[in-house]
């Protein structure tokens, strides 16, 4: 499996969370940035390397992920960043819902809470820039 370009951003207010996802990722060989609320993110996200893939919880103080996906929507550089969603709240929308939801804000993948590492992991791995992408980011 090819690296990836760039560290993988986790963005979750909860200490415990981030830092058990943290370490299980690191673990896994990735490069992990994490954040604690969305404008904290929007710093990482603009910092080089770009990251590869964000990890977004939506219940977040500050900025909450709505309003951070919405700023990376409107910005060119930031788009192409997938994202995949790690919130309770979301839980609730129906398959309809979370589709409409995905293809308007660039959502790869939805997974609930608690979080089952694993399943991070393998949406980490499939949703993940590669080093071979050339649509996102800044060349390693």
Not at 13 to 29: A, M, T, V, W, Y
Not at 88 to 94: E, I, L, N, R, T
């Amino acid at each position: 499996m090819a690296p990836l370009r760039g560290p993988v951003l986790i963005v979750e207010d909860d200490p415990d969370i981030r830092e058990s996802l943290q370490h299980f990722l690191e673990s896994h060989d990735y490069p992990v940035r994490a954040a604690s609320h969305g404008r904290e993110a929007l710093e990482h996200l603009g910092r080089t390397p770009r990251p590869s893939l964000m990890v977004l919880d939506m219940s977040l103080p500050v900025m909450d992920g709505h309003r951070l996906l919405t700023t990376r929507k409107g910005d060119d550089t930031l788009r192409s960043i997938p994202v995949v969603i790690l919130s309770a709240s979301m839980a609730g929308m129906s398959p309809r819902d979370r589709a409409l939801y995905a293809a308007g804000y660039g959502v790869a993948a939805f997974l609930g809470k608690p979080a089952d590492p694993q399943k991070v992991l393998e949406a980490v791995e499939r949703h993940g820039l590669r080093a071979e992408d050339t649509t996102a980011g800044v060349p390693v």
